[in-house]
Nanobody
């Protein structure tokens, strides 16, 4: 079955940390770039970070560079997003998806169902 399943979202303190997980089916994990994207309330989709199949190429949006780290565990078919120094503007629904951008929206590529991240004071 081709799927992506996110977990790890929740409520975090301003300046705090969260780690998101994305469990991928073998087919996706072995053949696709996997990224994280997010959607803040009332706003459009924003690509956040991506990692290449071999894990050697990682890319980040300017808004999260230096605070977020994307990584992958090949033994678990899982991609992680470590989020540190969280800001209010990091609040949103975080999706795991294939590809390095969000062109075409949720109709392009494979997407998970999302996990909610809320940053509060």
């Amino acid at each position: 079955q081709v799927q992506l399943v996110e977990s790890g979202g929740g409520l975090a303190q301003l300046g705090g940390s969260l780690r998101l997980s994305c469990a991928a089916s073998e087919f996706i994990f072995s053949n696709y770039v996997i990224s994280w994207a997010r959607q803040a309330p009332g706003k459009g989709l924003e690509w956040v970070a991506g990692i290449f199949i071999d894990g050697r190429d990682t890319r980040y949006a300017d808004s999260v560079k230096g605070r977020f780290t994307i990584s992958r565990d090949n033994a678990k078919n899982t991609v992680y997003l470590q989020m540190n120094s969280l800001k209010f503007e990091d609040t949103g629904l975080y999706y795991c998806k294939t590809g390095y951008n969000v062109v075409g929206g949720r109709s392009a590529g494979y997407w998970g169902q999302g996990t909610q991240v809320t940053v509060s004071s």
